[in-house]
Nanobody
Framework: QVQLVESGGGLVQPGESLRLSCVASGFTFSIYTINWYRQTPGKERELVASIDSQGDIRNYADSAKGRFAISRNNVQKAVYLQMNNLKPEDTAVYYC??????WGQGTQVTVSS
């Protein structure tokens, strides 16, 4: 069964950090680009960051540049999103995605004082 499972979300104060994890199973993880998206109520999902199959190419939304870092471990079949200096506008459900319409269940990130 093809599956992505996110974890690591939570409630933090502005300026704090979180590290999200996405663990994959059921497919050959090392050949796929993996993306992190986020979504707030009433809005479309926004691509936050992506990483190619070998971790050589990383792309970020403008809102994430300089604060977020995506990485992966193909042995552990995992992708990570390190989020630093979090802002209230980063509040959203964060989803891991594999091309081919494969999505995780999401993890809630709330940034509030």
């Amino acid at each position: 069964q093809v599956q992505l499972v996110e974890s690591g979300g939570g409630l933090v104060q502005p300026g704090e950090s979180l590290r999200l994890s996405c663990v994959a199973s059921g497919f050959t993880f090392s050949i796929y680009t993996i993306n992190w998206y986020r979504q707030t109520p009433g809005k479309e999902r926004e691509l936050v960051a992506s990483i190619d199959s070998q971790g050589d190419i990383r792309n970020y939304a403008d809102s994430a540049k300089g604060r977020f870092a995506i990485s992966r471990n193909n042995v552990q079949k995992a992708v990570y999103l390190q989020m630093n200096n979090l802002k209230p506008e980063d509040t959203a459900v964060y989803y891991c995605n594999r091309p081919g319409n494969v999505w995780g269940q999401g993890t809630q990130v709330t940034v509030s004082s």
